[in-house]
């Protein structure tokens, strides 16, 4: 799976959707909030983030998701019976499993497709404060470039004949971990200071150049989001 970002692409959808689309999914999704009458919801909820990676062209990411959510379903059908210790196990992870990637896919998609610029002006829109969006802002960049750093590390021990499923799997592990972790400051360092180079300050206004409005694909995702929340309503106060 590749996971560098493309700063080039564009997504069709404002930044404000895609955070209401991944607040929702953590909470019916992830957290399983309203399980039973919201089933219909969560497996709309579950294939969305594949729906958009395939606009996005993003078909490898599409097929292994979907290939998983089908097999972790079945096999899920397949445990309902008097389990064993190993059994019960592998039921436990893929159940947390199947919870947890439709989020991530999700989250992946948001980072793939988001500029920072419009991320910031979606948020100033919003009116939230500074000392919020500047933190966040540095994250979107630092997962990226911390996979980014964590493949150029993976390469240089190929090169030397250093992999995880060698007979050196332990020096394989440490020699990666440690020169991950040590990146991990200096990135963080580094992506702190890009942001103050290029004007993120408390308080200050920041202009952008892309446009950053409603569509009409925004405003029915939000309205289906909208529909979770009043069904889940329903179904939590009034069945």
């Known amino acids: 799976m590749d996971y560098r970002v493309d700063r080039n692409v564009h997504s069709f959808l404002d930044p404000r959707t895609k955070l209401l689309l991944l607040f929702t999914s953590s909470i019916f999704v992830m957290g399983k909030a309203g399980s039973g009458w919201m089933d219909i919801f969560f497996w709309i909820l579950v294939y969305i983030p594949v729906v958009l990676l395939a606009l996005e062209r993003e078909w490898k990411t599409c097929i292994i998701a979907s290939a998983f959510y089908v097999g972790s379903y079945f096999a899920q059908m397949a445990l309902q019976h008097d389990l064993n210790a190993l059994e019960s196990v592998l039921a436990l992870m893929l159940y947390i499993i199947s919870n947890f990637l439709p989020t991530i896919f999700l989250a992946r998609y948001i980072v793939k497709t988001t500029r920072v610029s419009e991320f910031i002006s979606a948020m100033q829109r919003m009116h939230v ?30 090169m030397r004949g250093i992999a995880l499923g060698g007979k050196k799997a332990s020096e394989a592990l440490e020699y990666r971990m440690v020169p991950l972790i040590g990146a991990c400051t200096v990135i963080g360092e580094e992506l702190s200071a890009a942001a103050m180079t290029r004007g993120l300050e408390v ?18 995702l939000m309205l289906f989001c909208a529909a979770c929340y009043i069904w889940w309503i329903i179904g939590r106060f009034f069945v």
């Not at 470039?145 to 993976?154: D, H, K, M, N």
């Open 129 to 158: 404060s500074d000392k919020l969006i500047i933190p966040i802002s540095v994250i979107f960049r630092f997962f990226p470039t911390i996979l980014e750093e964590y493949g150029s590390i993976r390469d240089a021990m190929r």
């Open 203 to 220: 308080g200050v206004q920041r202009s952008c150049i892309w446009t950053i409005k409603f569509g009409i694909w925004d405003y029915l």
